[in-house]
């Protein structure tokens, strides 16, 4: 994200960014077999013509990484509420686009709310966060906090709900699959918070579809774009591809 996008209180800076996104492609190529995404150009048509709110499912560690590396496929305008805590433990996530949310009192979490927002008001522009509060694994009920609503109703905000899966195969590495939706609108509706509770099971859901269409040996086309790995690799550590190697030059010796 350039400096001319950043809101009041960021520290989100591009000399770090330069540094931090190869180092944040290497390790997401380093540690998984691929990782795939659906919805994304839709996100991102939108997101240039409006401020975006964005509510992904909380899975694992690799969160921050995985969204500074869509930050970047979506035009770099993102930053994403961080647990206070946590960032205190890891200032340098504040320079690719974290921002403070204290948990330890109401009006302290509805303050640092309340400065977030400054980080969405503008074309371009879109705040993360992850209505759950705390990890939890993909299948288990999603569970959101109300503060999504209350953001998305206070920064009259259109929300994309996010489905976000680590997923072990047939390789020794797991893929991570996202998929975006389309925006909810009225962010102001009672039920708001039960509709995107639905939304991102719904984008879940479209993952799960896109592991039972790999399994199909007649499968039509994918929804989903590898942006590092591939889709359709099998993946062997080297020791066993050498045990293969030598065991079918041993078979044909008999």
Excluded at 43 to 52: D, E, G, H, K, N
Excluded at 101 to 119: C, H, K, Q, T, V
Aim: proline share 7%.
């Amino acid at each position: 994200m350039s400096g001319s996008l950043a809101p009041s209180g960021s520290r989100k800076a591009g000399w770090f960014l330069r540094l931090a996104r190869p180092y944040v492609r290497s390790r997401l190529r380093g540690n998984f077999a691929e990782v795939s995404v659906a919805g994304l150009e839709a996100t991102r048509s939108v997101l240039v013509q409006r401020p975006l709110l964005v509510a992904p499912n909380h899975v694992s560690w690799w969160d921050p990484l995985l969204c500074v590396a869509l930050d970047e496929q979506l035009g770099g305008g993102g930053h994403c509420l961080m647990d206070a805590a946590n960032l205190r433990r890891f200032p340098f996530f504040s320079w690719v686009g974290a921002l403070p949310l204290e948990r330890s009192s109401p009006r302290l979490a509805r303050d640092d709310l309340e400065r977030a927002l400054n980080a969405s008001r503008r074309a371009g522009e879109f705040l993360i966060v992850f209505p759950q509060g705390e990890q939890r694994p993909s299948h288990l009920p999603l569970v959101f906090h109300a503060g999504v609503s209350w953001l998305a109703a206070r920064g009259k905000l259109a929300t994309v709900p996010v489905g976000v899966r680590y997923q072990f195969g047939e390789g020794p590495r797991p893929r991570i699959f996202v998929s975006f939706g389309p925006p909810l609108e009225d962010p102001g509706s009672s039920n708001f918070l039960a509709r995107l509770e639905g939304a991102v099971a719904r984008e879940l859901e479209r993952i799960d579809a896109e592991l039972l269409r790999r399994l199909s040996p007649h499968s039509l086309g994918s929804e989903f774009r590898a942006l590092f790995g591939h889709a359709d690799e099998l993946e062997l550590p080297l020791g066993t591809s050498i045990l293969t190697g030598l065991a079918r030059r041993g078979g044909q010796g008999t």
